[in-house]
């Protein structure tokens, strides 16, 4: 207890992008498996979080919230204990409206017997929705107030907020305690929905940073379309290709996003494993200090193709080159936008993150042609020429 949580963005598995409200003990015990199987717990993988739709609709008659009879016949506390014997952390969700937004109890007035309830159960991380919020609560109030009941509920739980960037959540979520905030609304599996997310958090660097991170969604990594929407419609809704996955991962890395895996992670391609994986972008993410990333951009596309620059503890720096366009396009980074002038005598060596080698020292600047929706990225040193 009192140790300080979440110092980087948090990184593991939430039920929601793939199986929606179909959830049941079996699966969450599977993906704790999977996750010991697959090495993803080795690459820093920690959480296993149920989302939406694991309770019943009735709080039971002392006001407590009563887990779903058929999805978790055992309750929530055996799933729990399985998930710690494996050596990983078990997350729930909930809500600060009445109503979760798939319609189960929220925990609107009923904050801190929930948080005493999910202690209970051996809770370790709360994502904390934003539906059926009543129209004279202050949103900025029901995030304090549930900080404050899981500060004190007698256990360690990470408190993630999700109110989607509304109410001017940037300005007061760092000092309402939470650990994470969603900044945006609901990622969708394809292209556009992860570029969209991105530019709308380019400016947003200042508000996150160590303890308190910048949310921006659940990955879609491995999905292919078979979320949650291809089971009702009864066929694949989307998905990207794996060119795309993997720029999608190493933004969400190099923004400092909290890294939690959204596909089935029992059913991995090798592809899928590769990426969500990587050791050299995983280090970029999870880098000590927690510094976010800025922009520069391709001046002659300045749009569709940029540079995010994020300086390392100890001197290195993080840099990716990306092209959102839809040919080849190229992005040259000028050293002395990043503050390295020629005059200084030094250049800088670029180790590849996706070749895992070093590709060689550059002085003035570096220039590459970047596929359509691909990306570089780097660990970059500044050595004397
Ligand atoms: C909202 C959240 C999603 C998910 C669903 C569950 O849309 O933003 O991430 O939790 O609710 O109903």
């Given at each position: 207890m009192n140790k300080p949580l979440a110092h980087t963005p948090p990184m593991g598995w939430n039920s929601?992008?793939?199986?929606g409200w179909n959830i049941n003990e079996e699966l969450i015990k599977t993906a704790a498996d999977a996750f010991v199987e697959t090495g993803l717990k080795d690459a820093g993988y920690e959480y296993i979080v149920i989302d939406d739709c694991?309770?019943?609709?009735q709080r039971d008659e002392n006001g407590r919230l009563v887990p779903d009879k058929n999805k978790f016949p055992n309750g929530i506390k055996p799933v729990a204990d399985y998930i710690h014997s494996k050596g990983l952390k078990f997350g729930i969700y909930s809500c600060a409206g009445t109503h979760t937004c798939a319609g189960h109890p929220g925990s609107f007035e009923h904050e801190f017997d929930d948080a005493e309830t999910f202690a209970e159960w051996g809770v370790d991380y709360l994502k904390y929705d934003y539906c059926?919020?009543?129209?004279?609560?202050?949103g900025e109030n029901l995030y304090k107030r549930m900080a404050m009941a899981l500060r004190n509920c007698g256990r360690d739980i990470v408190f993630s907020a999700c109110?989607?960037?509304?109410?001017?959540v940037l300005n007061w979520i760092r000092e309402s305690g939470a650990q994470l905030f969603r900044s945006i609304g609901d990622i969708q599996d394809n292209w556009l929905s992860i570029q969209g997310i991105v530019e709308s958090q380019l400016?947003?660097?200042?508000?996150?940073?160590v303890y308190c991170h910048n949310d921006m969604d659940m990955l879609v990594v491995g999905m292919h379309g078979k979320g949650d929407n291809a089971e009702v419609l009864g066929k694949v809704v989307g998905g990207c290709t794996d060119t795309e996955y993997k720029t999608h991962f190493a933004l969400w890395a190099l923004k400092n996003s909290p890294l939690m895996i959204g596909c089935d992670v029992r059913k991995m391609s090798p592809e899928t494993k590769e990426i969500l994986t990587n050791a050299d972008i995983i280090a970029l993410n999870q880098d000590i200090e927690c510094r976010g990333p800025y922009c520069i951009r391709q001046w002659n596309n300045p749009e569709k193709v940029f540079a995010l620059v994020k300086p390392l503890c100890g001197g290195d720096y993080a840099i990716g080159m990306f092209n959102f366009s839809d040919k080849t396009s190229e992005m040259s980074l000028q050293f002395f936008d990043i503050g390295l002038p020629t005059s200084s005598g030094r250049g800088l060596e670029l180790y590849d993150c996706h070749k895992h080698e070093t590709i060689g020292t550059f002085t003035e600047r570096y220039a590459a042609q970047i596929p359509s929706h691909d990306c570089f990225v780097f660990r970059a040193k500044v050595v004397k020429k």
């Open positions: 929601w992008n793939t199986f694991w309770s019943e609709k059926y919020k009543p129209k004279s609560a202050d109110n989607w960037g509304n109410d001017g400016t947003h660097e200042a508000y996150s940073g």
